[in-house]
Every structure is written in C-alpha cells, then in structure tokens.
Nanobody
Framework: QVQLVQSGGGLVQAGGSLGLSCAVS????????VGWYRQAPGKQREVVAT???????TYADSVKGQFTISADDAKLTVYLQMNSLKPADTAVYYC??????????????WGQGTQVTVSL
C-alpha cells in the first residue's frame, strides 16, 4: 500500500527558512507529478508549487523566487524549500503526489499536512 509521510515545518521567524519533505512509502517505480498546497485558517487550500515528470515547475506568484520544489525519484521523496518566509506564509502545507506503481497503474494521494508558522 502506498502512503505519503510528510516531515519538516514548524515555527520560524520572518526571514527564516524551512524545508518540507514528503516521502512515498510502499512500492512505486517513480514520481510522476507533485504539488505542494497550503491552507491558512479561514482560507481555501491553494496550490503553491508543482513539478511534473519532465521536471517542469510552476509556482504561485506569491512564492516565486522564494520557494523551490523538487523531487528525487531514487529516494521517492519530494521537497519544498521555503526561504525568506513571511507571516503570510503561515498555513498547513500538504503534498499531493502521483506515483507510477507499475506498468499502467498510478496512485495519487495527499500527505497528512504540516504546520508552518512564521512569526514577526
């Protein structure tokens, strides 16, 4: 059974950096598509960054130049490096990953969420 396990996050002062990880547990051949999302209190979940199997990345305008998304097929782990954090970045962050299980079988799931809090 494939699952996603998130780690990282926590409390940081404004201007600081944090890294998030999302590890695929179970059997999978490779990572296809990845998205990192966040949901702040009272707001809808929004996409922060994506990367596809070709390595093409996209970022929300609010985090361009600030966040970096990456994926490591060998480790079946995806990352979100967050720099120059602002209080507006405070939210619960979720990874969404599609993996190739085998042949034509794919699996898509969400991580459990990780709290990121940025203080002044």
């Amino acid at each position: 059974q494939v699952q996603l396990v998130q780690s990282g996050g926590g409390l940081v002062q404004a201007g600081g950096s944090l890294g998030l990880s999302c590890a695929v547990s179970g059997t999978a051949e490779r990572i296809n598509d990845v998205g990192w999302y966040r949901q702040a209190p009272g707001k809808q979940r929004e996409v922060v960054a994506t990367v596809n199997s070709f390595g093409t990345t996209t970022y929300a305008d609010s985090v361009k130049g600030q966040f970096t998304i990456s994926a490591d097929d060998a480790k079946l782990t995806v990352y979100l490096q967050m720099n120059s954090l602002k209080p507006a970045d405070t939210a619960v962050y979720y990874c969404n990953v599609e993996v190739q299980v085998h042949d034509d079988v794919t699996w898509n799931g969400w991580g459990q969420g990780t709290q990121v809090t940025v203080s002044l």
